[in-house]
Nanobody
Framework: HVQLVESGGGSVQAGGSLRLSCAVA????????VGWFRQAPGKEREGVAGIYTGGNRTYYSESVKGRFTVSQDKVKNTVYLQMDSLKPAESGMYYC?????????????????????WGQGTQVTVS
């Protein structure tokens, strides 16, 4: 039973920071692409960042490169997304998802349908 659980969402002012966490269970953590996606109301889900769990290579969409940082704790099977300089347009639900490692590419703009397992999402509001 694969489970991904996000946490760390909340409300922040424009220019502020948030750190999201994604705990992964029931999945062979190594050699996996864990991605972060976001979905604003009325918009399609889009990829923002990914990490190859077998190493530490990271991938970003052009819109967040230089402001967001994805990292992992291999002992805790947890992936993090540090989001700095947040903008109001980046408000929405943020999801983490897992897929075979080949789905991690640069820039990180995969099809969400290519990812097999998803968390329930965490809300981020930037005002």
């Amino acid at each position: 039973h694969v489970q991904l659980v996000e946490s760390g969402g909340g409300s922040v002012q424009a220019g502020g920071s948030l750190r999201l966490s994604c705990a992964v269970a029931g999945w062979t953590y190594a050699n996996t692409c864990v991605g972060w996606f976001r979905q604003a109301p009325g918009k399609e889900r889009e990829g923002v960042a990914g990490i190859y769990t077998g190493g530490n290579r990271t991938y970003y969409s052009e819109s967040v490169k230089g402001r967001f940082t994805v990292s992992q704790d291999k002992v805790k099977n947890t992936v993090y997304l540090q989001m700095d300089s947040l903008k109001p347009a980046e408000s929405g639900m943020y999801y983490c998802a897992a897929a075979p490692w080949g789905l991690c590419r640069s820039p990180f703009t995969p099809l969400p349908t290519d990812f097999d397992y998803w968390g329930q999402g965490t809300q981020v509001t930037v005002s």
